[in-house]
């Protein structure tokens, strides 16, 4: 009995030992928080952008009414992308600090700095395109919301 309890302790410390390494190794984190960041930028992304949408769609079917009905009718799609907005820079913010945490401790591991430039490169690119579609997204909101209250001045 007593045989059976160390060999299963034994066994149970064996498989835990593989499954920590890979944790354990900083370029594999690297990789991992430049996943996550990617996931997250990309979550990021589809919210703001459909917030950004029924934005612009409600600003342009107010045109035409009341403003306290304008007012009313964009007022929650505003509240809903600053939300989204802020959620989104925590999220980032706490992603890229994770990211660089690691980084730094990856860069003491010999041939690192090789193996991570193409996969921090390619996720530089691609979280700037996402950025760059949502500021796209948001400036045709912002435009409709200043074309919804040129519309009262008349």
Same mark, same amino acid.
């Given at each position: 009995?007593?045989?059976?309890?160390?060999?299963?302790?034994?066994?149970?410390?064996?498989?835990?030992?593989?499954?920590?390494?890979?944790?354990?190794?900083?370029?594999?984190?690297?990789?991992?928080?430049?996943?996550?960041?990617?996931?997250?930028?990309?979550?990021?992304?589809? %919210?703001?952008? *459909?917030?950004?949408?029924? +934005?612009? $769609? /409600? #600003? @342009? =079917? &107010?045109?035409?009414?009341? !403003?306290?009905?304008?007012?009313? %009718?964009?007022? *929650?799609?505003?509240?809903? +992308?600053? $939300? /989204? #907005? @802020? =959620? &989104?820079?925590?999220?980032? !913010?706490?992603?890229?600090?994770?990211?660089?945490?690691?980084?730094?401790?990856?860069?003491?591991?010999?041939? @690192?700095? &090789?193996?991570?430039?193409?996969?921090?490169?390619?996720?530089?690119?691609?979280?700037?395109?996402?950025?760059?579609?949502?500021?796209?997204?948001?400036?045709?909101?912002?435009?409709?919301?200043?074309?919804?209250?040129?519309?009262?001045?008349?």
């Amino acid at each position: 009995m007593r045989k059976h309890a160390l060999v299963l302790a034994a066994l149970a410390v064996g498989l835990a030992v593989p499954a920590a390494a890979p944790a354990a190794d900083p370029v594999a984190a690297v990789k991992a928080d430049a996943a996550k960041l990617q996931a997250d930028a990309k979550t990021s992304h589809d %919210a703001l952008i *459909a917030d950004a949408q029924k +934005l612009e $769609a /409600d #600003a @342009a =079917a &107010a045109k035409g009414g009341t !403003k306290e009905a304008a007012k009313a %009718a964009i007022k *929650a799609d505003l509240v809903q +992308l600053k $939300a /989204d #907005a @802020a =959620a &989104a820079r925590t999220q980032f !913010k706490a992603d890229r600090e994770q990211l660089k945490t690691d980084l730094h401790a990856a860069k003491q591991v010999s041939g @690192a700095r &090789a193996e991570l430039k193409p996969v921090l490169q390619s996720t530089r690119q691609a979280v700037r395109q996402l950025r760059a579609d949502v500021k796209a997204e948001l400036q045709k909101a912002r435009q409709a919301v200043k074309d919804l209250r040129a519309s009262f001045k008349h």
